[in-house]
């Protein structure tokens, strides 16, 4: 009985004190690593990321998956800076723009898998390609935008001590973290998604509206990822066709590193803010290292990965050993 | 009655698409003879398919068994970043400082991709996880370990002996067209001359029989996504040795889409089970067939990325019993 | 008493055959009205009907003299009508009182008020009479507790009609008397519950009365006292016990030898417990006994499919290390699985290719059969077992259950097994393909190959079978040799009488 509770406890207690270790590791080894302006940066320099992984982690709770974040990223950022940049629209409704056509790609994936039964990777795979060939159609080349209002976005910023900062990306990925652990814990969408991850089939005989939630969840997802593409936009200042390349393994990564179980049911939007500060922790470690290139970074994350998927197998083995026992 | 084949629904789209060329573009069907070698726009969908056929017969396994390989774009960049390092030997590079060994870059290249399906199969054969995200996790750290082999850069070099596995032609076609029918010939025999294809049929339909009738279902998958790497190091070869160069951020990106859609458009169901290699062929010509059209219509490759992904999308349903249901039923009504 | 729930001349066919006719069935208020039958009588597809999975095609169902119509098991469980099933349908991951109430929470501004939530969860489980703490994930629960939080949430729609289908099927004795408290508590605030169960003695302890069916169509309505175990297990099976003492006569085959096939005391957690068994060549062991008896789990332990826990298993006087069921087919023993779709055919696949698959299998992947060798193989045996229609290349799943069940019997004729487990070799075909199936297997046992044999009709075990394990609540409860086979030395040990 107790190892069920650890199924449930375990993935999030390895990752806090994997998240701890490593924060004080990196500490120890680069003096100025433990301070209020490198954490800030921290959250800063992966606040889109964060954003796309707070939609994908619901994904991943009901036992699905959503490859199409990266090239959503992409091709939000893209149209943002079209908007601005060519058709002259105002930043704030050309920054909405994505965000709901991010939520209409998300409706699209989630009547295919929900409503005709295909499978939720092939469904997202060509949503992948269908959003970076939107993306590239819109632009090939990388657009800056120059615009007073939002160079007031990405100028903005709010000044902490010690030279730390907190800015416009920075505020929506806590606002969005909030909004998702609400969503998660406190909604009958959110816990539907869990019921749906534990087991679909009897959701189904409960009464509970598993289609209709499905499809707010893939909607959600593209929702996140349209907004994760903003944020990039505001970041960088400028809109780029390939930029989100990739994105989707981080995204899956600091999922599942924050102890959500891939298989659905178990985790938390929480367990996902721990899984994107373990991400940051290694990415900003290896620029402090200078002599690690930059792709080290995605292979740390792969093996990082691929460690707690190995855990994760290990813990569900041991849970049902103890139950057929 | 005989039975038609399960792909002859793509060879008449096939033949459908290559008619609208013969009234609509002129000269498509020309054909000439220079330095004992033929050219042409047929000749050169051919050429064009071969890396999408070489992944496609890989994949039409990895399909056949229930499972799907999102990595064999990375594993081309991978094979690519070994073959071109063993013969450019860049600085800064894990194969500087040695003599340009020309012999060994396509071998040990073949050998890295082959490790990379090992490495997929031991994921989801050995330790079941989903096929999905085992091979997902090549697909992308993949790309980073071939940016690690070429230390980020783009790999160029100059060998005209390797390069004519891309660019020269033997008896007048070009050399991946031999390739690929050559894999083909292998893999046919390899699977149909040996009780290998039964294996994976079963293995892919019913699961839960073939562990009853004593199948080891571990092996089998171990095999086909290690087939698949190894095809999808054949492929990354032929694109290297074409542009003379690796560029791992580029090489083999999105043809894993292409390959799924060229196995299923080829009959085999992606639910696993009859797979039909020869029909995932005709698939990946069906698709290089399109590509060529679109091009020389004039429209930007952008759109043919988002054309496939309708068509995939499109296929997948018309395969979904549930879907043709629905659709039956509403064409009745 | 007025009836609480009343279906008159319901009827279901499936693909033209009629799994349901013209059945009658009524429940009145604070009663437990249990429906008794074995495999393919009808007991499910009757459930399904009420409870709205299926639609019937014929009859009336009134609830409380209101005609009812449910269209699917949501507007079953509005209507009043809910069930609990012996998977229990509810979701591990979350707590019991989301289990509970989930759909239905108490929501304030700010979401789902817990505290609330918490509060109408105890209140419903005090209902029951169960104290456990609802915030606890009820993946954490035994079996039997997460029934009744089944049945908790089944109550909490108001429910007028219980269904509860098998739940004692993974229960212990202590777990089987706390749910049928909750039963008899149930009954006395006017509940009707259907009850269903293979397992006699729960049936006479909890019941009022109780409907056989058989084959599809209803056998009878007795009340529970006037009814003794021998006459309700005769009128399950069909067959009047006291009529039928004629023994069948097999001719013996002389016992040649070692026994190829010896279990001693085997047993498997939550499976089955302390069964021997032994199995010498020309014998044909018929395993006797109710749905749910145990019947199954055994040959599968004998197979190699699931793992024995404690026991031994001996083939040919030596235990295998790792036994699984390819050294059960090295070995010579085979299996035909009661569950043709899911762990027979490979339904994409041509006859041909489902017949020499397992002969293919023995060669290993290298040496392939030639094309006309399978060819040759399949066609002989399409031949011998009269398998229609005549033609080896078409996929078997577009063949009837009787052809594909004798194709799937060529596969492991193709091996020449030496022992062949048969579960329910012959449920769900016509009677031609019964008759030849049984007759072939006949014959190959006084050719010296020997069988264990499951069915639900005695008749066959009594017309076919050496020796008889009756089996009852997955213990074997008796050995039955020579003349002292019959059906009614079969009925009473069932029964237990």
């Not at chain 1, 050309?94 to 991010?102: N, Q, S, V």
């Not at chain 2, 020309?102 to 330790?127: D, E, R, S, T």
């Not at chain 3, 349901?20 to 009663?31: A, H, I, P, T």
């Not at chain 3, 049945?151 to 429910?159: C, E, G, K, T």
Request: glycine fraction near 10%; proline fraction near 4%; include cysteine.
């Amino acid at each position: 009985m107790n190892r069920t509770h650890l199924k449930e406890r375990l993935p999030v207690l390895i990752t806090t004190s994997v998240f701890v270790v490593m924060t004080l590791a990196a500490g120890l080894h680069f003096p100025n690593f433990l301070t209020l302006r490198v954490l800030g940066n921290l959250l800063a320099d992966n606040a889109f990321l964060g954003v796309v992984a707070v939609g994908l982690t619901f994904v991943i709770l009901t036992g699905g998956i959503d490859l199409s974040v990266g090239s959503m990223v992409g091709l939000s950022s893209i149209m943002a800076a079209k908007l601005v940049s060519s058709a002259h629209i105002h930043p704030l409704l050309a920054l909405a723009a994505p965000l709901a056509f991010g939520a209409f790609i998300g409706w699209v994936h989630g009547i295919l898998i929900s409503k005709y039964g295909l499978p939720p990777f092939l469904v997202t795979l060509a949503g992948l390609f269908f959003c970076r060939g939107v993306a590239l159609r819109i632009s090939h080349e990388s657009l800056q935008i120059d615009h007073p209002f939002f160079n007031a976005l990405t100028g903005w910023s709010l000044s902490l001590p010690g030279k730390a900062s907190i800015t416009v990306p920075t505020v929506v990925f806590i606002l969005t973290i909030a909004v998702g652990m609400w969503l998660a814990k406190q909604t009958t969408f959110g816990r539907t998604v869990y019921a749906i991850g534990g087991n679909a089939a009897s959701a189904r005989l409960m009464g509970l509206p598993v289609s209709r939630t499905l499809v707010l969840t893939y909607m959600l997802s593209g929702l996140c990822s349209g907004l994760g593409g903003a944020l990039f936009t505001i970041y960088t200042s400028s809109g780029n066709a390939i930029s989100g390349t990739g994105l989707e393994l981080d995204a899956i990564a600091a999922v599942v590193i924050g102890g959500t179980l891939l298989s659905g049911g178990y985790g938390s939007v929480f367990g996902t803010l721990l899984g994107i500060g373990i991400l940051g922790v290694v990415q900003t470690a290896i620029t402090f290292q200078g002599t690690l290139s930059s792709w080290w970074t995605r292979i740390v994350i792969g093996s990082l990965l691929l460690a707690f998927m190995l855990v994760q197998k290990g813990i569900e083995s041991a849970a049902n050993r103890s139950r057929s026992t | 009655m005989k039975r038609l084949p399960n792909w002859c629904w793509p060879a008449i789209v096939l033949a459908a698409v290559l008619i609208f060329n013969l009234v609509l573009t002129p000269g498509f069907f020309h054909l000439e003879i220079r330095d004992g070698r033929i050219y042409g726009s047929l000749i050169d969908i051919l050429n064009r398919a071969a890396p999408v056929g070489l992944l496609s017969l890989g994949m039409t396994l990895v399909i056949a068994t229930g499972g799907v390989d999102l990595s064999v774009g990375a594993i081309m960049a991978i094979a690519g970043a070994v073959a071109a390092g063993l013969i450019a030997r860049p600085s800064e590079t894990p194969f500087a400082g040695g003599a340009p060994s020309l012999g060994l870059a396509a071998p040990l290249a073949l050998v890295a991709a082959l490790f990379c399906g090992v490495f997929n199969g031991v994921l989801v054969a050995i330790l079941e996880f989903q096929p999905i995200v085992a091979t997902l996790l090549l697909m992308v750290a993949g790309r980073g370990a071939a940016q690690l082999l070429a230390n980020g850069q783009i790999v160029t070099f100059n060998a005209p002996g390797f390069a004519m596995l891309a660019r020269g032609a033997t008896l007048g076609l070009p050399n991946p067209v031999w390739l690929l029918l050559i894999a083909l010939l292998v893999f046919n025999l390899g699977t149909r001359a040996t009780a290998l294809g039964l294996f994976v049929e079963a293995t892919g339909s019913n699961p839960t029989a073939a562990k009853v009738v004593g199948i080891d279902a571990r092996k089998v998958k171990l095999v086909a996504y290690a087939l698949s790497g190894l095809c999808a190091g054949l492929a990354g070869l032929v694109i290297t040795a074409d542009i003379q160069a690796a560029d791992a951020n580029n090489s083999g990106l999105y043809l894993e889409l292409d390959a799924i859609l060229a196995v299923a458009v080829g009959g085999t169901a992606l639910s696993g089970g009859r797979f039909s290699l020869v029909g995932s062929l005709v698939g990946a010509l069906l698709m290089q067939a399109l590509t060529t059209t679109i091009l020389t219509r004039g429209v930007t490759p952008e759109t043919t990325l988002m054309l496939k992904a309708a068509v995939v999308v499109l296929v997948c349903l018309l395969q979904e019993p549930k879907f043709r249901e629905s659709f039956k039923r509403r064409v009745r009504a | 008493m007025a009836s609480l729930l009343e279906v008159r001349g319901m009827g279901k066919r499936f693909l033209g055959v009629a799994a349901l006719e013209n059945v009658d069935f009524d429940l009145v208020k604070g009663e437990v009205h249990t429906l008794m039958g074995e495999n393919g009588a009808g007991k499910s597809t009757l459930i399904k009907c009420l409870t709205g999975v299926y639609q019937p095609e014929s009859g009336t169902t009134q609830l409380s003299g209101h005609e009812i119509h449910p269209r699917s098991p949501d507007e079953a469980v509005r209507l009043g009508i809910s069930t609990v099933y012996q998977e229990v349908n509810l979701v591990p991951n979350l707590s019991v009182m989301e289990n509970l109430l989930l759909g239905r929470e108490p929501r304030g501004p700010f979401g789902i008020q817990w505290r609330k939530l918490q509060k109408r969860a105890e209140a419903a489980m005090m209902r029951l009479g169960v104290e456990i703490d609802v915030r606890v994930r009820l993946g954490n629960l035994s079996i039997a507790h997460q029934q009744m939080v089944a049945i908790a949430r089944a109550l909490d729609v108001s429910a007028q009609v219980l269904v509860l289908d098998e739940p004692t099927s993974s229960l212990d004795a202590d777990e089987v008397a706390a749910l049928f408290a909750i039963i008899r508590k149930l009954k006395s605030e006017g509940i009707g519950i259907i009850f269903v169960s293979h397992f006699l003695e729960q049936v006479f302890e909890i019941s009022d009365r109780v409907t056989v069916l058989r084959n599809g169509q209803k056998v009878g309505t007795w009340s529970i006292s006037e009814l003794t175990r021998l006459e309700l297990v005769s009128q399950m099976i069909g067959r009047d016990a006291t009529e039928l003492d004629r023994a069948a006569t097999l001719e013996v085959v002389e016992n040649s030898g070692d026994p190829i096939l010896q279990a001693k005391g085997i047993s498997k957690r939550g499976s089955v417990s302390d069964i021997s068994l032994e199995l010498r060549a020309g014998e044909t062991l018929g395993l006797a006994g109710l749905l749910g008896s145990g019947r199954t789990e055994v040959t599968r332990l004998l197979y190699g499919i699931d793992s024995i826990d404690s026991g031994s298993l001996q083939i040919d006087g030596s235990q295998p290390s790792r036994y699984r069921p390819m050294t059960a087919i090295q070995k010579g023993i085979g299996y035909l699985s009661e569950d043709r779709k899911g762990e027979g055919i490979f339904p994409e696949l041509s006859v041909r290719e489902n017949i020499v698959i397992l002969e293919q299998v023995k060669c290993g992947w290298l040496r392939r059969m030639s094309p006309s060798r399978q060819k040759e193989l399949a066609d002989d045996f399409i031949v011998r077992l009269k398998i229609q229609p005549p033609d080896s290349e078409r996929a078997i799943q577009f063949l009837s259950g009787g052809n594909q069940q004798k194709a799937l019997l060529a596969r492991w004729l193709a091996v020449e097994p030496r022992l062949l487990l048969l579960d329910e070799p012959t449920r769900g075909i016509d009677v031609g393909a019964k008759f030849e199936i049984m007759s072939l297997v006949e014959s190959m046992r006084q050719s010296g190959s020997s069988f264990v044999f499951i069915s639900s009709e005695l008749a066959e075990v009594v017309r076919s079978c050496t020796k008889v394990i009756v089996m009852r609540d997955r213990h074997s409860i008796g050995t039955l040799e020579g003349d002292a086979i019959t059906e009614s030395n079969i009925v009473q040990e069932i029964a237990g009488s």
